[in-house]
């Protein structure tokens, strides 16, 4: 049954694609590796590379070519995401973010994080 399910709308890969690097950024060390510093700014630029819609892909590459990805430490790279991520709202007419509130919506030890549509931690 699974086999015959619809592939995802781009709107659908879109959310899961930003849920996944949000829920990264915000269990990233605050004092990272350089392993780990290198591995994040793999990880953005293999998805400009791959991403799975290719104006999406094309756009992005832009948008990390006058965005350097930061990530010298948690709070680094949270804000630095939710600086490209509102690029890209910004580029689709949708509503800008307040970046203060990063942590609130996305780290899961502050008991906020929704999947599923319900809270891990109520
Ligand atoms: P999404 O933008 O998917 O956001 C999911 C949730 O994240 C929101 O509900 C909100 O709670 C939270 N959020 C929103 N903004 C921020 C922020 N700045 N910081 C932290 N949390 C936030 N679609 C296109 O049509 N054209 C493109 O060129 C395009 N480029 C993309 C590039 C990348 C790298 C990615 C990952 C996606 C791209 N998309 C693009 C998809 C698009 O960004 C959305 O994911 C999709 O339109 C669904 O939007 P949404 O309203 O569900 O919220």
């Given at each position: 049954?699974?086999?015959k399910?619809?592939?995802?709308?781009?709107?659908?890969?879109?959310?899961?694609?930003?849920?996944?690097?949000?829920?990264?950024?915000?269990?990233?060390?605050?004092?990272?590796?350089?392993?780990?510093?290198?591995?994040?700014?793999?990880?953005?630029?293999?998805?400009?590379?791959?991403?799975?819609?290719?104006e999406?892909?094309?756009?992005?590459?832009?948008?990390?070519?006058?965005?350097?990805?930061?990530?010298?430490?948690?709070?680094?790279?949270?804000?630095?995401?939710?600086?490209?991520?509102?690029?890209?709202?910004?580029?689709?007419?949708?509503?800008?973010?307040?970046?203060q509130?990063?942590t609130?919506r996305?780290?899961?030890?502050?008991?906020?994080?929704?999947?599923?549509g319900?809270?891990?931690?109520?």
């Amino acid at each position: 049954k699974d086999a015959k399910a619809a592939p995802l709308t781009k709107e659908e890969v879109g959310r899961a694609t930003w849920m996944l690097l949000h829920t990264i950024a915000a269990q990233f060390p605050d004092e990272p590796t350089r392993q780990q510093k290198r591995d994040v700014k793999e990880l953005m630029h293999i998805i400009s590379r791959l991403y799975p819609c290719k104006e999406c892909a094309d756009h992005f590459k832009e948008v990390l070519k006058a965005n350097p990805v930061q990530a010298g430490s948690q709070a680094e790279f949270s804000q630095w995401l939710c600086y490209v991520h509102n690029v890209v709202n910004r580029s689709l007419g949708k509503p800008i973010f307040p970046c203060q509130r990063v942590t609130a919506r996305w780290d899961p030890e502050y008991g906020n994080i929704e999947l599923n549509g319900r809270r891990l931690k109520e």
